[in-house]
Protein backbone atom coordinates (compact mmCIF):
# COMPACT_ATOMS: atom_id res chain seq x y z
CA UNK A 1 0.00 0.00 0.00
CA UNK A 2 1.47 3.34 -0.86
CA UNK A 3 1.56 5.75 1.83
CA UNK A 4 0.00 9.21 1.87
CA UNK A 5 1.97 11.75 0.32
CA UNK A 6 1.14 14.75 3.12
CA UNK A 7 0.68 12.94 6.78
CA UNK A 8 -0.53 15.35 9.40
CA UNK A 9 0.50 13.67 12.81
CA UNK A 10 -1.25 14.89 16.18
CA UNK A 11 -0.56 19.01 15.52
CA UNK A 12 -1.43 21.04 18.31
CA UNK A 13 -0.94 24.72 18.31
CA UNK A 14 -1.24 26.83 21.53
CA UNK A 15 -1.28 30.37 21.54
CA UNK A 16 -0.89 31.23 25.76
CA UNK A 17 -3.74 29.28 26.80
CA UNK A 18 -5.78 28.83 23.87
CA UNK A 19 -5.63 25.30 21.39
CA UNK A 20 -6.20 27.11 18.62
CA UNK A 21 -5.75 22.99 17.04
CA UNK A 22 -6.25 19.83 19.48
CA UNK A 23 -4.20 16.78 18.20
CA UNK A 24 -4.96 16.86 13.84
CA UNK A 25 -4.52 13.62 12.16
CA UNK A 26 -4.74 13.76 8.77
CA UNK A 27 -3.33 11.61 5.29
CA UNK A 28 -3.80 13.36 1.81
CA UNK A 29 -2.76 10.85 -1.23
CA UNK A 30 -0.75 12.24 -4.21
CA UNK A 31 -3.13 13.84 -6.62
CA UNK A 32 -5.97 14.84 -4.30
CA UNK A 33 -7.61 18.34 -4.27
CA UNK A 34 -8.52 18.54 0.07
CA UNK A 35 -10.76 21.57 1.11
CA UNK A 36 -10.04 22.53 4.70
CA UNK A 37 -13.86 24.05 5.18
CA UNK A 38 -15.33 26.17 9.01
CA UNK A 39 -16.26 29.02 10.01
CA UNK A 40 -14.06 31.83 11.15
CA UNK A 41 -11.66 31.22 14.11
CA UNK A 42 -11.98 26.74 13.93
CA UNK A 43 -8.13 26.56 12.61
CA UNK A 44 -8.45 25.89 8.97
CA UNK A 45 -6.06 28.75 7.93
CA UNK A 46 -3.31 28.12 10.81
CA UNK A 47 -3.32 24.47 10.35
CA UNK A 48 -2.49 25.68 6.19
CA UNK A 49 0.25 28.07 7.72
CA UNK A 50 1.72 24.91 9.84
CA UNK A 51 1.47 22.64 6.85
CA UNK A 52 3.43 25.18 4.79
CA UNK A 53 6.11 26.62 7.47
CA UNK A 54 4.37 29.96 8.21
CA UNK A 55 3.76 29.07 12.20
CA UNK A 56 5.43 26.80 13.92
CA UNK A 57 3.28 23.56 15.10
CA UNK A 58 3.35 23.31 19.58
CA UNK A 59 3.09 19.14 18.62
CA UNK A 60 3.25 17.23 16.39
CA UNK A 61 5.05 15.75 13.22
CA UNK A 62 4.53 16.69 9.29
CA UNK A 63 5.60 14.14 6.34
CA UNK A 64 5.51 15.11 2.63
CA UNK A 65 6.72 12.55 0.12
CA UNK A 66 7.80 10.59 3.42
CA UNK A 67 10.71 13.07 3.89
CA UNK A 68 9.85 14.55 7.74
CA UNK A 69 9.57 18.32 7.30
CA UNK A 70 7.94 19.53 10.51
CA UNK A 71 10.92 21.93 11.50
CA UNK A 72 12.04 22.94 7.98
CA UNK A 73 11.99 26.61 7.33
CA UNK A 74 9.49 27.23 4.33
CA UNK A 75 12.01 27.44 1.65
CA UNK A 76 13.38 23.95 2.29
CA UNK A 77 9.77 22.83 1.93
CA UNK A 78 8.01 21.96 -1.63
CA UNK A 79 4.83 24.31 -1.81
CA UNK A 80 3.46 26.87 -3.56
CA UNK A 81 1.14 29.45 -2.03
CA UNK A 82 -1.63 31.56 -2.93
CA UNK A 83 -2.81 33.99 -0.67
CA UNK A 84 -6.57 35.77 -0.56
CA UNK A 85 -4.98 39.25 -1.07
CA UNK A 86 -2.74 38.08 -4.59
CA UNK A 87 0.31 39.77 -3.24
CA UNK A 88 2.06 40.39 -6.86
CA UNK A 89 4.69 42.96 -6.51
CA UNK A 90 3.14 45.66 -7.73
CA UNK A 91 6.61 46.95 -9.52
CA UNK A 92 7.33 43.59 -11.46
CA UNK A 93 5.70 43.11 -14.48
CA UNK A 94 3.59 39.62 -15.05
CA UNK A 95 6.96 38.25 -16.45
CA UNK A 96 8.84 39.31 -13.22
CA UNK A 97 6.11 38.01 -10.63
CA UNK A 98 5.61 34.76 -12.53
CA UNK A 99 9.24 33.94 -12.60
CA UNK A 100 10.22 35.14 -8.80
CA UNK A 101 10.60 31.71 -7.68
CA UNK A 102 12.67 30.68 -10.84
CA UNK A 103 15.33 33.81 -10.42
CA UNK A 104 15.85 32.74 -6.32
CA UNK A 105 16.40 28.81 -7.89
CA UNK A 106 19.26 30.68 -10.67
CA UNK A 107 17.01 28.68 -13.65
CA UNK A 108 18.89 29.89 -16.61
CA UNK A 109 17.04 32.90 -18.60
CA UNK A 110 16.11 30.69 -21.51
CA UNK A 111 14.15 28.40 -19.36
CA UNK A 112 12.63 31.16 -17.22
CA UNK A 113 11.50 32.96 -20.42
CA UNK A 114 9.46 29.22 -21.63
CA UNK A 115 8.27 28.39 -18.16
CA UNK A 116 6.69 32.11 -18.13
CA UNK A 117 4.77 31.97 -20.96
CA UNK A 118 3.51 28.34 -20.82
CA UNK A 119 2.07 29.31 -17.66
CA UNK A 120 1.07 32.63 -18.48
CA UNK A 121 -0.82 30.38 -20.94
CA UNK A 122 -2.07 27.87 -18.59
CA UNK A 123 -4.02 30.25 -16.52
CA UNK A 124 -5.63 32.15 -19.57
CA UNK A 125 -3.86 35.11 -20.01
CA UNK A 126 -1.32 34.70 -23.08
CA UNK A 127 0.31 37.83 -23.88
CA UNK A 128 0.18 39.51 -20.59
CA UNK A 129 3.57 39.19 -19.73
CA UNK A 130 4.32 43.14 -20.07
CA UNK A 131 1.86 44.18 -18.10
CA UNK A 132 1.64 44.90 -14.27
CA UNK A 133 -0.56 43.99 -11.30
CA UNK A 134 -2.19 47.49 -11.10
CA UNK A 135 -3.61 46.81 -15.02
CA UNK A 136 -5.07 43.84 -14.48
CA UNK A 137 -8.45 42.57 -12.60
CA UNK A 138 -9.07 40.97 -9.02
CA UNK A 139 -9.69 37.58 -11.39
CA UNK A 140 -6.44 38.62 -13.41
CA UNK A 141 -4.19 39.03 -10.39
CA UNK A 142 -4.99 36.08 -8.90
CA UNK A 143 -4.58 33.76 -12.25
CA UNK A 144 -1.34 35.28 -12.28
CA UNK A 145 -0.54 34.61 -8.28
CA UNK A 146 -1.54 31.19 -9.03
CA UNK A 147 0.80 31.04 -12.44
CA UNK A 148 3.61 32.18 -9.92
CA UNK A 149 2.64 29.27 -6.95
CA UNK A 150 2.94 26.62 -9.69
CA UNK A 151 6.14 27.82 -11.40
CA UNK A 152 8.85 25.64 -9.73
CA UNK A 153 6.13 22.55 -10.49
CA UNK A 154 5.58 21.92 -6.45
CA UNK A 155 4.56 18.99 -5.17
CA UNK A 156 1.95 20.59 -2.96
CA UNK A 157 -0.19 23.95 -3.97
CA UNK A 158 -1.80 25.59 -0.79
CA UNK A 159 -4.80 27.69 -1.41
CA UNK A 160 -5.74 30.11 1.15
CA UNK A 161 -8.98 31.75 0.62
CA UNK A 162 -7.97 32.65 -3.03
CA UNK A 163 -11.53 33.51 -4.38
CA UNK A 164 -12.83 35.33 -1.16
CA UNK A 165 -12.14 38.66 -2.14
CA UNK A 166 -13.68 38.43 -5.82
CA UNK A 167 -16.86 38.84 -7.06
CA UNK A 168 -19.31 36.26 -7.09
CA UNK A 169 -19.31 35.77 -10.99
CA UNK A 170 -15.47 35.61 -11.48
CA UNK A 171 -15.47 33.55 -8.09
CA UNK A 172 -17.50 30.92 -9.87
CA UNK A 173 -15.24 30.88 -13.08
CA UNK A 174 -11.56 30.89 -11.43
CA UNK A 175 -12.85 28.24 -8.70
CA UNK A 176 -13.52 26.03 -12.11
CA UNK A 177 -10.33 27.48 -13.72
CA UNK A 178 -8.40 26.08 -10.74
CA UNK A 179 -9.77 22.43 -10.63
CA UNK A 180 -8.98 22.30 -14.48
CA UNK A 181 -5.19 23.07 -13.73
CA UNK A 182 -5.30 21.13 -10.78
CA UNK A 183 -6.86 18.04 -12.52
CA UNK A 184 -4.33 18.86 -15.75
CA UNK A 185 -1.48 19.27 -13.00
CA UNK A 186 -2.11 16.19 -10.83
CA UNK A 187 -0.82 18.62 -8.09
CA UNK A 188 -1.38 17.55 -4.82
CA UNK A 189 -3.54 20.70 -3.63
CA UNK A 190 -5.17 22.24 -0.25
CA UNK A 191 -7.21 24.79 -0.09
CA UNK A 192 -8.97 26.50 2.74
CA UNK A 193 -12.36 28.05 2.55
CA UNK A 194 -15.58 29.25 4.73
CA UNK A 195 -17.69 28.75 1.61
CA UNK A 196 -19.83 25.93 1.60
CA UNK A 197 -20.86 25.72 -1.90
CA UNK A 198 -17.14 26.15 -2.87
CA UNK A 199 -15.57 23.42 -0.93
CA UNK A 200 -18.74 20.98 -2.50
CA UNK A 201 -17.62 21.71 -5.82
CA UNK A 202 -14.20 21.15 -6.52
CA UNK A 203 -12.77 19.15 -3.33
CA UNK A 204 -12.46 15.88 -3.75
CA UNK A 205 -12.57 15.53 0.03
CA UNK A 206 -13.53 17.84 2.48
CA UNK A 207 -12.11 18.32 5.87
CA UNK A 208 -14.78 20.30 8.03
CA UNK A 209 -13.40 21.83 10.70
CA UNK A 210 -14.59 23.39 14.32
CA UNK A 211 -13.32 24.53 17.08
CA UNK A 212 -9.62 23.42 16.86
CA UNK A 213 -10.47 19.64 15.80
CA UNK A 214 -11.62 17.59 12.57
CA UNK A 215 -15.52 17.09 12.47
CA UNK A 216 -15.62 15.06 9.70
CA UNK A 217 -13.44 13.87 6.52
CA UNK A 218 -15.39 12.66 3.40
CA UNK A 219 -16.26 13.43 -0.24
CA UNK A 220 -18.68 16.08 -0.87
CA UNK A 221 -21.37 14.01 -1.53
CA UNK A 222 -20.69 12.57 2.19
CA UNK A 223 -20.43 15.38 3.84
CA UNK A 224 -23.54 16.78 2.75
CA UNK A 225 -25.60 13.58 2.74
CA UNK A 226 -24.73 11.77 5.76
CA UNK A 227 -23.06 14.59 8.23
CA UNK A 228 -20.97 12.73 11.34
CA UNK A 229 -22.23 15.34 14.07
CA UNK A 230 -25.15 18.26 14.15
CA UNK A 231 -22.32 20.92 13.47
CA UNK A 232 -21.91 19.56 10.25
CA UNK A 233 -25.18 18.90 9.25
CA UNK A 234 -26.43 22.64 9.93
CA UNK A 235 -22.99 24.14 8.70
CA UNK A 236 -22.65 22.19 5.39
CA UNK A 237 -25.98 23.37 3.16
CA UNK A 238 -29.53 24.37 4.42
CA UNK A 239 -30.90 22.17 7.04
CA UNK A 240 -34.25 21.53 8.83
CA UNK A 241 -33.80 20.77 12.67
CA UNK A 242 -36.66 19.39 14.21
CA UNK A 243 -37.31 18.16 17.56
CA UNK A 244 -38.03 14.55 18.31
CA UNK A 245 -38.08 11.85 20.84
CA UNK A 246 -37.31 8.17 20.55
CA UNK A 247 -40.10 5.76 21.13
CA UNK A 248 -40.14 1.99 21.11
CA UNK A 249 -39.53 0.01 18.86
CA UNK A 250 -36.53 1.79 17.78
CA UNK A 251 -38.86 3.89 16.46
CA UNK A 252 -39.59 7.81 16.19
CA UNK A 253 -41.94 10.49 16.53
CA UNK A 254 -41.85 13.97 15.20
CA UNK A 255 -44.64 16.04 16.56
CA UNK A 256 -47.82 13.69 16.18
CA UNK A 257 -46.20 11.30 13.46
CA UNK A 258 -44.35 8.49 13.84
CA UNK A 259 -41.50 6.98 12.14
CA UNK A 260 -40.52 3.62 12.46
CA UNK A 261 -37.06 2.61 11.97
CA UNK A 262 -33.62 1.14 13.74
CA UNK A 263 -33.25 4.43 16.06
CA UNK A 264 -30.71 3.01 18.78
CA UNK A 265 -31.30 4.90 22.17
CA UNK A 266 -33.55 4.80 25.49
CA UNK A 267 -37.20 5.09 24.70
CA UNK A 268 -38.58 8.75 25.43
CA UNK A 269 -35.05 10.29 25.15
CA UNK A 270 -35.14 13.82 22.90
CA UNK A 271 -33.32 14.55 20.06
CA UNK A 272 -33.01 16.81 16.62
CA UNK A 273 -33.93 15.54 13.29
CA UNK A 274 -31.80 17.11 10.54
CA UNK A 275 -33.52 16.71 7.25
CA UNK A 276 -32.60 18.44 3.98
CA UNK A 277 -35.31 20.92 1.96
CA UNK A 278 -34.81 18.49 -1.03
CA UNK A 279 -35.82 15.65 0.54
CA UNK A 280 -39.43 16.69 1.13
CA UNK A 281 -41.04 16.10 -1.74
CA UNK A 282 -43.76 17.78 -3.28
CA UNK A 283 -44.08 15.61 -6.56
CA UNK A 284 -48.01 14.13 -7.60
CA UNK A 285 -48.72 11.67 -4.42
CA UNK A 286 -50.74 8.53 -4.98
CA UNK A 287 -53.31 7.60 -2.52
CA UNK A 288 -52.45 5.60 0.19
CA UNK A 289 -48.19 6.82 0.25
CA UNK A 290 -46.71 7.06 3.82
CA UNK A 291 -45.00 9.50 5.22
CA UNK A 292 -47.38 12.22 3.34
CA UNK A 293 -48.12 15.40 5.30
CA UNK A 294 -50.49 18.52 4.78
CA UNK A 295 -48.55 21.98 4.99
CA UNK A 296 -49.35 25.91 4.49
CA UNK A 297 -47.07 27.51 2.96
CA UNK A 298 -45.82 30.72 5.17
CA UNK A 299 -42.92 32.46 2.88
CA UNK A 300 -41.65 31.94 -0.46
CA UNK A 301 -37.86 32.82 -1.16
CA UNK A 302 -37.59 33.70 -4.57
CA UNK A 303 -33.32 32.03 -5.64
CA UNK A 304 -34.12 31.85 -9.56
CA UNK A 305 -34.90 28.56 -11.11
CA UNK A 306 -36.00 27.26 -7.50
CA UNK A 307 -37.63 28.83 -4.74
CA UNK A 308 -37.38 28.20 -0.66
CA UNK A 309 -40.37 27.75 0.50
CA UNK A 310 -41.30 27.65 4.30
CA UNK A 311 -44.19 25.73 5.74
CA UNK A 312 -45.78 24.66 8.62
CA UNK A 313 -47.43 21.50 9.53
CA UNK A 314 -49.28 20.48 12.28
CA UNK A 315 -48.55 16.75 12.26
CA UNK A 316 -44.85 17.80 12.50
CA UNK A 317 -45.07 20.20 15.34
CA UNK A 318 -44.89 24.06 15.58
CA UNK A 319 -41.59 24.02 14.11
CA UNK A 320 -41.30 25.67 10.46
CA UNK A 321 -40.12 23.76 7.30
CA UNK A 322 -37.66 24.74 4.76
CA UNK A 323 -38.90 23.40 1.41
CA UNK A 324 -37.24 23.35 -2.20
CA UNK A 325 -39.73 23.62 -5.26
CA UNK A 326 -38.87 24.63 -8.49
CA UNK A 327 -40.39 28.12 -10.26
CA UNK A 328 -42.26 25.84 -12.51
CA UNK A 329 -44.35 24.04 -10.15
CA UNK A 330 -45.14 26.54 -8.07
CA UNK A 331 -46.58 27.85 -11.27
CA UNK A 332 -48.57 24.73 -12.38
CA UNK A 333 -49.84 24.39 -9.17
CA UNK A 334 -50.86 28.13 -8.60
CA UNK A 335 -48.88 28.17 -5.12
CA UNK A 336 -48.62 31.11 -3.14
CA UNK A 337 -48.64 31.88 0.56
CA UNK A 338 -51.53 30.78 2.55
CA UNK A 339 -51.73 27.58 -0.27
CA UNK A 340 -52.03 24.53 1.58
CA UNK A 341 -50.27 21.00 -0.23
CA UNK A 342 -49.43 18.07 0.49
CA UNK A 343 -45.90 16.87 0.70
CA UNK A 344 -43.47 13.57 1.35
CA UNK A 345 -40.95 13.39 3.99
CA UNK A 346 -38.35 10.75 2.94
CA UNK A 347 -37.59 9.18 6.25
CA UNK A 348 -34.63 7.60 4.90
CA UNK A 349 -32.77 11.08 4.92
CA UNK A 350 -33.56 11.67 8.32
CA UNK A 351 -29.84 12.22 10.34
CA UNK A 352 -30.31 12.24 14.15
CA UNK A 353 -27.84 13.93 16.90
CA UNK A 354 -28.66 14.59 20.67
Avoid: W
Avoid at 267 to 276: A, K, P, S
Amino acid sequence: MDLPYLQLEGITKQFGHFAALKGIDLQIPKGEFICFLGPSGCGKTTLLRIIAGLEGQTTGRIRQGGRDISTLPPAQRDYGIVFQSYALFPNLDVADNVAYGLVNRRTPRAQIRARVAELVALVGLPGSEGKYPAQLSGGQQQRIALARALATAPGLLLLDEPLSALDAIVRVQLRQEIKRLQRQLGVTTIMVTHDQEEALSVADRIVVMNHGVIEQVGTPLQVYREPASAFVADFVGRINALPARLTDGGGLQIGDTRFAGAHAGEVGREVTVYLRPEDVLARPIAPGEAHVFEAGITQIEFLGAYCLVTVTAAALGPQPLQVVLSLNFLSEQALAVGSRLPLKLLPERLRIFG
